[in-house]
């Protein structure tokens, strides 16, 4: 498996997920249910919202429902993320050059 720079100066996926075409493949298949369950809740959280602000409901009420939902989609982040650290960042900077290591610390300050 090799890690190759992109024109954007980022690495390849270690799980070579970034190539054309690629599936990531490191992916539990627990998480995956469980991220697709927390999206599903998420959708329906924003269908509410969306009523409430049609009804014209009061605005603190809404706020909490917005933050519930953002703290539901940091959750789903939180998930990609660690998965993204335990395998494809993690086989980027094992196997990398100086610089595709390099390039993969800065994509994952990026993604935080």
């Given at each position: 498996m090799s890690i190759s720079l992109k024109q954007t100066g980022s690495p390849s996926c270690g799980c070579g997920a970034r190539e054309p075409g690629?599936?990531?493949v490191a992916v539990d298949p627990t998480i995956k249910e469980e991220n697709l369950k927390r999206l599903r809740?998420?959708?329906g959280q924003i269908r509410g919202l969306q009523r409430?602000?049609?009804?014209d409901r009061y605005c603190a009420d809404i706020m909490v429902q917005?933050?519930?939902a953002q703290e539901a989609l940091r959750a789903v982040g939180k998930a990609l993320l660690r998965n993204h650290l335990r395998?494809?960042?993690t086989e980027?900077?094992?196997k990398g050059?100086?610089?595709e290591v390099e390039a993969m610390?800065?994509?994952i300050l990026e993604m935080v």
């Open positions: 690629r599936k990531a809740r998420i959708e409430m602000i049609a009804e917005v933050s519930s395998h494809c960042a980027a900077i094992r050059t100086p610089a610390y800065d994509e």
